[in-house]
């Protein structure tokens, strides 16, 4: 084997055995043509925004889960300063909401996630998947899917990152559009 392929067989390696050790991990679709930074501001900048949770994988009080769920939401928009909450108060724009599906019981588009309708869920333990949407009305402007495989209960700091990375998933700074041309949500 050549000399310079080994640094470059080395990195590789580091990286599997990294990835391989990872509890959480989060993939974001591909956001709706409509997803702009400036409709993000205009949603969250300076304002509630209210978050909607189905499901508990914990098993802990309903209040207590939402609050443990949005904690870990602030400050994870960038350049938009926002306070998710489960109670929103009068500056929440009504149209707008972030939607959380713990352990959903069927298999379902995220998309789903805004249409106001219940979703089952499976009951506490084990791992946990979760599915997410940024929503406006009855549709999905962004969504994402997360995945913890050994959570250790509520203080688990990957819990607490699973939760940050959804929320940095579901508000990205651009489109990944093949067709962008260099625009300001480019």
């Known amino acids: 084997m050549p000399m310079d392929i080994l640094p470059r ?10 990835a391989a050790c990872s509890n959480e991990r989060v993939t974001a679709d591909l956001p709706s043509p409509a997803y702009t930074a400036g409709e993000v501001a205009y949603a969250a900048s300076d304002r509630d925004l209210r978050v909607t949770i189905h499901g508990n994988p914990f098993g802990i009080d309903p209040q207590a889960f939402g609050q443990l769920v949005t904690d870990n939401m602030q400050n ?22 972030v939607v959380f599906a713990f352990n959903p019981a069927q298999t379902m588009l995220n998309s789903y996630l805004c249409g106001g309708q219940p979703i089952q869920t499976s009951p506490p333990g084990g791992a946990i998947v979760v599915q997410g949407a940024f929503c406006r009305g009855g549709g999905a402007l962004t969504s994402a899917t997360g995945w913890l495989d050994r959570p250790q209960g509520p203080a688990d700091p990957d819990f ?27």
């Not at 994870?76 to 500056?91: A, D, H, M, Y």
């Open 9 to 18: 067989v080395a990195i590789l390696a580091l990286s599997l055995v990294a």
């Open 76 to 97: 994870r928009i960038s350049g938009v300063r926002t306070n998710f909450t489960t109670t929103p108060n009068q500056t929440a724009q009504p149209d707008y909401r």
């Open 160 to 186: 607490k990152a699973l939760i940050s990375d959804m929320t940095f998933a579901l508000f990205p700074t651009h489109r990944a559009d093949a067709g962008c041309s260099g625009g300001p949500d480019c």
